[in-house]
Nanobody, 124 residues
């Protein structure tokens, strides 16, 4: 069983930055595709970003492209989401997800393991 734990959420003013971190247990972390999703109040959970096991491939939702950067450190079993130029509409619970097939996917159902989420609140 892979355990996924997010950290780094908080309250920030519009235009500010936050960096989320996600650690996942397991000796084969470098083979996992890792993704971030988010769920705003009253809305469905949505894809934010994904990174391949090696880190060579990244994808972003259009709403965050150019503002968010996903990266990973396989030596630390950790993936990061650097969020810049934050907007009030970025307010959500952010979830980290892992999948051991290594497939780059935007779909929740392809991810085997999920964290509990971390709250990000952007004030205007």
């Amino acid at each position: 069983q892979v355990q996924v734990v997010e950290s780094g959420g908080g309250l920030v003013q519009a235009g500010g930055s936050l960096r989320l971190s996600c650690t996942a247990s397991g000796r084969t972390f470098s083979s996992y595709a890792m993704a971030w999703f988010r769920q705003a109040p009253g809305k469905e959970r949505e894809f934010v970003s994904v990174i391949s096991g090696s880190g060579a491939i990244t994808r972003y939702a259009d709403s965050v492209k150019g503002r968010f950067t996903i990266s990973r450190d396989n030596a630390k079993n950790t993936v990061y989401l650097q969020m810049n130029s934050l907007k009030p509409e970025d307010t959500a619970v952010y979830y980290c997800a892992a999948q051991n097939s290594g497939i780059i996917s935007y779909r929740e159902v392809t991810y085997n393991y999920w964290g509990q989420g971390t709250q990000v609140t952007v004030s205007s």
